[in-house]
């Protein structure tokens, strides 16, 4: 409840017309009970008359009775499960009347933060009160610091997870107390998955003047991202659920809820590198890695400074690791399906193992929404594409709408209808995704740009501005992620021909590399 305020276990709207005791059911509230509360709330630990409780109810000089005024009490007693022998809310004054004894607790927390800092306990009986706020709000800083933009880092002194209705969308708490008995102050943080409670980290510290406090809480929200960081890629693996995301797209969104790099997906080489220094064995990592030079060879695919002899040797790495893996993921389908992932990118022959693997994905485990999105993957590059659309279908009907997976997936499908050569059906898939992703159309749109047809006047304004090389790059860029990887000639050449004929119309047939011409001999434009 937006604005709400809290009383013990008790969640008020602000204008006291229903409660919800912590998560459970909501409580609403005759006129006279609104009206007995709106008085005890504006009126804390002031002793009311029971003549002054009538007047509140039924304005002054009604003819109601004290012993209506006792009824009602009980049942808002009741209602509000507050003992009248050891009372919590409202308290009896025999022969006066009755006083509301709780004190309000507010919460500011929005329902959808990224991470609580809170409840906080232990401040009341310190003595070093400022040097415990300045922590927490170091600690504040440096978790913001390294969230991506939209995601909330909040203060939350007295807040708790039953507090707002719609807890599940605290993705991270963090729970922290003080104690401090003489010079030293001591602090404990114990970081918690928002929706379970689940306790991921403890960190026990000790604080000693205004510098140490703004490096500990440096040091501690490092620690606390990293953690962040392994649940929001490995949280799930051992187990997979029917809507659960591939190993990739969970990655790309953590990157993006940690990073306010434009190229928040590169900036996570430090985790993986430091959770490869740490688990040097494990095969989630190794594949994750794998998964990481996955993705620089994808951003750097349009740059001249990754040579033949370059890509070589990160696909090399990668064929390793995955093989390497291997041997440890049979169990595990998530792992399965990004080992699956890496063999068909890279090539080299693997095309049949990299669809054995996933389809032992898919045939043994729950894992559909990231089986059908490499299956689908395959099935095009091996020149299936209706087969690919359908795949790809069954996994937007699992996506969360707006996700990072939906978009992923909608990328994907128009891809393959524009291998396919439907456009009819592009059209309708680009609408959606440019509708959920607006800007996915400079780049989408251009390369389902129509050959022999002028450019749409907001898109070619974008070409427009491009020069020699970031038209060249453009064009291996779409021919390195996915034409190079289509068996079928008339595919690729489908997928390239509008984006080949805007480049060639303005700059000639040397904007296009020989490789990428050998793969299209259909498109080469005549001699002379």
């Not at 708490?173 to 003489?182: E, H, I, K, R, Y």
């Not at 049949?352 to 095009?380: C, D, K, N, P, Y």
């Not at 209706?386 to 709408?401: I, N, T």
């Not at 909608?410 to 440019?434: I, M």
């Amino acid at each position: 409840m937006e604005g709400e305020v809290r009383y013990g276990d008790l969640s008020f709207d602000p204008s006291f017309l229903y409660a919800r005791h912590g998560a459970g059911a909501e409580l609403k509230f005759t006129r006279s009970e609104r009206a007995l509360l709106l008085a005890f709330t504006r009126h804390p630990r002031t002793v009311l008359t029971r003549n002054q409780l009538l007047d509140a109810i039924a304005g002054s000089g009604s003819d109601a009775t004290d012993r209506s005024i006792d009824f009602l009490i009980n049942r808002l007693r009741a209602k509000l499960r507050d003992s009248a022998r050891a009372p919590a809310l409202i308290a009896t004054r025999y022969g006066e009347g009755y006083v509301w004894i709780a004190d309000p607790i507010r919460s500011d927390v929005p329902a959808d933060a990224f991470l609580v800092i809170g409840p906080v306990s232990g401040l009341e009986r310190l003595t070093k009160k400022g040097l415990a706020r300045n922590f927490l709000t170091f600690l504040q800083q440096g978790l913001d610091r390294r969230t991506g933009a939209g995601q909330a880092v909040v203060m939350g002194d007295g807040w708790r997870p039953d507090m707002a209705a719609p807890a599940v969308g605290i993705r991270f708490s963090l729970d922290v107390s003080f104690f401090g008995p003489g010079e030293r102050l001591h602090a404990a943080a114990v970081l918690r998955d928002g929706p379970s409670r689940q306790i991921l980290s403890a960190h026990r510290l000790q604080l000693e003047g205004a510098d140490a406090a703004r490096v500990e809480a440096d040091l501690l929200a490092e620690r606390l991202l990293a953690v962040i960081w392994q649940r929001l890629t490995r949280g799930t693996l051992a187990v997979a659920a029917p809507t659960d995301t591939p190993l990739e797209v969970r990655m790309h969104d953590a990157a993006l809820m940690l990073s306010r790099s434009e190229e928040s997906w590169i900036a996570m080489g430090e985790q993986l590198a430091a959770a490869r220094a740490a688990t040097p064995d494990d095969p989630s990592t190794t594949l994750m890695w794998g998964l990481y030079l996955h993705s620089r060879l994808l951003l750097s695919a349009a740059s001249a400074h990754l040579t033949p002899e370059a890509r070589l040797g990160l696909e090399g790495d990668v064929e390793a690791m995955v093989f390497s893996a291997l041997p440890d993921i049979g169990d595990n389908p998530i792992l399965m399906l990004a080992a699956a992932k890496l063999l068909f990118f890279i090539g080299r022959g693997h095309e049949v193992l990299a669809e054995q693997l996933a389809e032992q994905a898919f045939a043994a485990s729950t894992a559909f929404a990231a089986a059908f999105a490499i299956l689908g993957q395959i099935r095009l590059g091996a020149g299936a594409a209706e087969q690919a659309v359908d795949l790809y279908d069954h996994g937007l009907e699992l996506a969360e709408p707006g996700s990072q997976f939906e978009v992923y997936l909608l990328v994907l499908r128009a891809a393959a209808l524009l291998a396919a050569g439907n456009r009819e059906a592009l059209e309708a898939t680009c609408a959606r995704l440019y509708h959920i992703h607006p800007a996915a159309r400079a780049s989408v749109g251009l390369f389902s740009a129509r050959p022999d047809e002028a450019l749409p006047a907001d898109i070619g304004m974008v070409f427009e501005r491009f020069d020699f090389e970031r038209v060249r790059s453009t064009v291996r860029y779409l021919y390195f992620v996915f034409a190079r990887l289509y068996r079928r000639q008339d595919y690729r050449e489908n997928l390239l021909r509008g984006l080949i004929y805007h480049a060639v119309r303005r700059f000639g047939p040397a904007v296009v590399d020989d490789e990428i011409w050998r793969s299209v001999p259909g498109l080469v434009p005549p001699a002379g």
